[in-house]
């Protein structure tokens, strides 16, 4: 007996291909350059430090709703060997901070939208009235998926700021993104 596909399968299979081309539209409208950088976080040592090595970086047009509208707390300074150290803790650290991706129109359903995993970071770039850059960086603590019957039609990841010494490797990216 051969398997056919219920009226449910397909309409949710359109409804789903539809539902993505608008959150593309989306993206592509309100969306913002993002880097995106792949790092591979090896064993834990004696002293509590991860292995961070940079595998790979991307640039993709995203959505991120940051909590408490567009209020952001610039709180964190670079020390003397142009590190990041970040100084309290406050409110917009907690609250979950969310990142939606486009989907590529020519992706089938069953493929990755961008390839983003828990533990990538994200850079994201702002600028003040003089167009000097401020970088805010984040890591990918969680992800989710909409779906329209059994099609992922949306992903989305939910952003901590990134905490702790970035990697020298990881660093000369980010600035040269950041130059660029």
Do not use: C
């Not at 430090?49 to 300074?77: C, K, R």
């Not at 019957?149 to 952003?159: A, I």
């Amino acid at each position: 007996m051969s398997y056919t596909k219920s009226p449910k399968d397909v309409l949710s299979q359109l409804s789903a291909e539809l539902k993505r081309n608008l959150s593309d539209i989306r993206i592509d409208v309100l969306g913002t350059k993002t880097k995106v950088l792949r790092i591979e976080v090896g064993e834990k040592d004696l002293f509590g430090d991860y292995d961070e090595t940079l595998l790979s970086d991307l640039t993709a047009n995203v959505i991120i709703n940051h909590p408490m509208g567009n209020n952001q707390w610039l709180f964190s300074t670079l020390n003397s060997d142009n590190e990041m150290e970040v100084d309290t803790i406050n409110l917009w650290e907690i609250l979950p901070i969310k990142m939606k991706v486009k989907y590529s129109s020519e992706l089938e359903l069953s493929e990755e939208p961008v390839a983003i995993k828990k533990g990538d970071i994200i850079v994201e770039l702002l600028e003040d009235e003089n167009s000097n850059k401020i970088q805010v960086v984040y890591q990918v603590s969680k992800l989710f998926g909409g779906f329209e019957g059994k099609y992922l039609y949306e992903k989305s990841y939910e952003l901590n700021l990134y905490r702790g010494t970035i990697p020298s490797d990881i660093q000369n990216s980010i600035n040269n993104y950041v130059n660029n």
